[in-house]
């Protein structure tokens, strides 16, 4: 009976989803999301940026450009949900974008609401937060650098620059994206033509990253100079310990039954290894010998490595929150690559 009642509910969905657009079954997704994450998580982080935001004086102890942009955005819709919708509408937006390369229109757009409601990413996109935005801008840029159009190409380097501006951390993320995707000629061949390509994408790393490190010590009216240390028992502490606020970032916000009942579920697998940043960390180790060969799927999980790395060389902390990169690039390249190897599979059986 209930394999039976899972069969009609299976094809009542798949009926719906076959006479809706890609816009509308992108719309629907983000409404779900919003209705459990409406008006925004706040960390003490959030708060200190959007009390610089409105009193117009930017440290750099966190990045002062998100603050800048805030006090903007806080004009338009005050308090946090217009930070959260930009964080958010430019990651499904982005995810749409590069799940586009291995799929179809309705699947990509479908494939997007899931990456968006995975129980890691929905948790922490629910904040917002610094990493949020970043991720969101960066995965709109990913998918724009991946654009056929030499104008897409271009507006993807902006959306890059825009996430080395609201995230110190994006420098190490965007570097394999840029060096490995910026430039591209379909008829290279050899490594002189490879080294040749990476070279101009290290070019434009480098002056994107000049350019926000610029902006944001332009903007800087209070420095912190709270710089710390690398520590080898900080290390230790991230590799084996679950973060507080990844674990516990989707405590149910309390206005309705929806967030109550989303915030019981997440409650329970944030005691799984779909909480341990660890696991995503070897899950794209063992993906980085088999993706060689799909260069954007590899300059993806470098990005999500590098990003991780560079947390404990770079302000280090004991927050994995700030894994949440790690997890995003790991489950769309996990996307991509199976879906490819998928479709040779099928060609290949498929053969006489």
């Not at 999301?33 to 409105?54: E, I, N, T, V």
């Not at 940043?277 to 794209?284: E, H, I």
């Amino acid at each position: 009976m209930r394999a039976a009642n899972a069969g009609v509910v299976v094809n009542r969905v798949s009926a719906w989803l076959a006479d809706r657009t890609p816009v509308q079954i992108l719309a629907v997704g983000w409404l779900v999301f919003a209705a459990y994450a409406y008006p925004g998580l706040m960390s003490h982080d959030s708060f200190d940026q959007l009390d610089q935001a409105r009193a117009l004086l930017y440290s750099d102890e966190q990045p002062p450009a998100m603050a800048a942009l805030w006090n903007v955005v806080d004009f338009v819709i005050a308090g946090p949900f217009g930070m959260l919708v930009l964080q958010s509408v430019t990651f499904v937006a982005g995810t749409y974008l590069v799940l586009g390369r291995v799929l179809r229109p309705r699947r990509a757009a479908v494939a997007a609401v899931g990456v968006l409601l995975f129980p890691p990413i929905f948790a922490l996109m629910a904040v917002v937060w610094k990493d949020c935005l970043m991720s969101g801008l960066l995965a709109l840029g990913l998918g724009l650098v991946l654009g056929d159009s030499r104008r897409q190409r271009i507006a993807g380097v902006a959306m890059v620059f825009a996430a080395n501006l609201v995230c110190y951390h994006a420098v190490a993320a965007t570097l394999p994206i840029l060096v490995l995707l910026w430039w591209r000629e379909p008829a290279a061949v050899g490594w002189s033509a490879h080294l040749r390509m990476s070279g101009r994408g290290l070019a434009v790393w480098l002056a994107v990253t000049a350019a926000a490190s610029g902006a944001n010590a332009a903007l800087t009216q209070r420095p912190a100079a709270h710089w710390s240390g690398l520590s080898a028992s900080r290390l230790v502490t991230h590799a084996t310990q679950p973060s507080d606020l990844l674990a516990h970032a989707h405590v149910g916000l309390g206005y309705s039954w929806f967030q109550d009942h989303v915030g019981a579920i997440l409650e329970w697998t944030s005691h799984t290894l779909l909480f341990r940043p660890l696991a995503y960390a070897a899950v794209t180790l063992l993906l980085l010998g088999a993706a060689r060969r799909q260069r954007d799927v590899l300059a993806l999980l470098l990005s999500g490595l590098a990003f991780e790395g560079s947390r404990h060389v770079i302000g280090p902390s004991a927050d994995d929150g700030y894994s949440l990169w790690l997890v995003i690039a790991t489950v769309i390249g996990i996307v991509m690559f199976t879906t490819r190897r998928g479709r040779v599979r099928s060609n290949h059986d498929s053969e006489p």
